[in-house]
């Protein structure tokens, strides 16, 4: 589809013509089209909304401190006029899982562009086969980021392999939003196929990892969270399809109180350029609903991690 460029051109001028404080008053999507006009954000398929919850401030087991933010969720979308969703059926229903982040200890990877994560899942207790590997390109500028091939081996054994882009959005000093352009590369594998997780193993799968300067055999260090997370219905924005709700507790041994909680939500397969209802509608609901009713729970410093919990686990705070 040929879209077209003249109307993304004259808001982009118009922006950036303004004052830098009138600029940050105005629609983080409209600013982010300002300083990315078409075609640069063509690939980057929607965005995913993101903000973090003290422990402290919440019941002590996950399935309660999650049911209170989702009770306090709905209840703040019903004040402001807001539509949100709870399944009918496995609204409360826990998936077990952990999430391991790999660096080298002076974090090589991270500044050099890149983040490794693998995912296993539990079923019934019992760890799957199989892991979830993701790559990502970490960058503040969306071009370069995107930029990025991330690609995977052609003759790699792996299964569902996905690459995508999104604009993570998440809280900024003020009440306000914040957001940033990620790139990232997921498949399956089986975890015994990963060797010794040396970045020479993860480079067998992404070849691209083994132009970094670094050796192949460079040992990279594990940070794992064990995560709770409940999906417990929709936040329902006009123009798109309802946009999947996720909550996650993170905790550093299985079973322990979670050291931090997030809530999400987000949309995708739009054209970032022509979704100007959808964006307004997510930021509406994030600064009224989220901001401005959950305040009291929210983790006080929540806006120098952006609402990213791997941003806070890896100590990276937003810098842009």
Same mark, same amino acid.
Not at 100 to 117: N, S
Not at 229 to 258: I, N
Not at 263 to 289: C, M, N, P, R, T
């Given at each position: 589809?040929?879209?077209? =460029? ?21 629609? +983080? ?15 980057? #398929? ?7 919850? /003290?422990?402290?401030? =919440? ?7 999650? #049911? ?10 019903? *004040? ?19 999430? @391991? ?7 090589? +990877?991270?500044? *050099? ?46 299964? *569902? ?24 590369? !997921? ?13 020479? /193993?993860? !480079? ?12 192949? /055999? ?27 709700? !996720?909550? @996650? ?20 397969? =739009? ?12 930021? /509406? ?5 989220? +901001?401005? @009713? ?27």
């Amino acid at each position: 589809m040929i879209r077209p =460029l003249v109307p993304v051109l004259i808001v982009a001028g118009f922006l950036a013509a303004l004052p830098a404080q009138a600029q940050q008053a105005r629609p +983080l999507y409209q600013r982010t089209i300002a300083t990315y006009p078409s075609p640069v954000l063509q690939d980057v #398929g929607g965005r995913e909304y993101k903000f973090l919850f /003290d422990p402290a401030r =919440l019941p002590e087991k996950p399935e309660a401190a999650m #049911g209170m933010i989702w009770e306090r969720v709905k209840a703040a979308a019903a *004040k402001h006029g807001f539509k949100v969703s709870e399944k009918a059926e496995g609204a409360f229903k826990l998936e077990q899982s952990y999430k @391991e982040y790999f660096d080298t200890p002076a974090q090589d +990877l991270w500044k *050099k562009g890149y983040i490794i994560r693998i995912t296993q899942k539990y079923k019934k207790g019992i760890p799957e086969h199989t892991v979830s590997v993701t790559v990502k390109a970490v960058n503040p500028d969306a071009r370069v980021a995107m930029a990025v091939p991330l690609a995977v081996a052609p003759n790699a054994n792996v299964e *569902k392999v996905k690459t995508e882009a999104e604009e993570n959005v998440g809280p900024a000093a003020g009440g306000t939003l914040n957001g940033y352009v990620e790139k990232g590369t !997921s498949f399956t594998v089986a975890l015994d196929d990963l060797g010794k997780l040396t970045l020479g /193993d993860f !480079s067998k799968y992404m070849p691209e990892l083994a132009k970094l300067g670094l050796p192949a /055999d460079t040992v990279l260090k594990g940070n794992r969270a064990y995560s709770t997370r409940m999906r417990p219905g929709s936040v329902d924005l006009p123009g798109t399809e309802p946009c999947g709700v !996720s909550m @996650e507790g993170w905790s550093v041994k299985p079973g322990e109180k979670p050291y931090l909680y997030d809530f999400s939500f987000g949309y995708g397969d =739009l054209d970032f350029y022509d979704a100007a209802q959808i964006h307004q509608g997510g930021e /509406d609901f994030s600064v009224k609903a989220i +901001l401005g @009713e959950l305040k009291d729970i929210t983790m006080k410093d929540q806006e120098k991690w952006g609402g990213s919990k791997v941003r806070k686990l890896m100590n990276r705070p937003i810098t842009h």
